[in-house]
């Protein structure tokens, strides 16, 4: 088995634009969704991201507050599961809850990092 991250990008309906009711049926489907990824046993770890943040860029460090991407653009938070391939993981990221407000999924291999 090998490691991979699904990294969120956010859809097209803002969460201003959300009922709390919506919000929290919303919550619940991405419960449920990691709740069966973990009783499979592929689930590893993950949490979403806050969207204030700094970006630190080039050889002189310069930091600028960011992430500026457009919205549905940026990444809202990040999934490591086990998978025997990427067409698995790809697989199992189609029942991201994310995927009803426009939202995407990037599916990439964790590369081992050797020391």
């Not at 600028?64 to 599961?81: C, N, Q, R, S, W």
Request: aromatic letters at 10%.
């Amino acid at each position: 088995m090998s490691e991979y991250m699904y990294l969120f990008r956010r859809g097209e309906i803002p969460e201003a634009q959300r009922s709390p009711e919506q919000m929290q049926a919303h919550l619940q489907k991405w419960r449920d969704w990691i709740q069966a990824l973990s009783q499979q046993g592929t689930f590893i770890a993950g949490q979403p991201l806050q969207n204030e943040g700094q970006v630190v860029a080039g050889r002189a460090k310069v930091i600028t507050d960011g992430p500026f991407a457009e919205g549905k653009e940026m990444v809202g938070g990040y999934l490591i599961v086990r998978a025997s391939d990427l067409p698995e993981a790809v697989e199992k990221s189609k029942g991201c809850p994310i995927f009803e407000y426009g939202g995407s999924v990037e599916v990439r291999a964790i590369q081992p990092f050797n020391l």
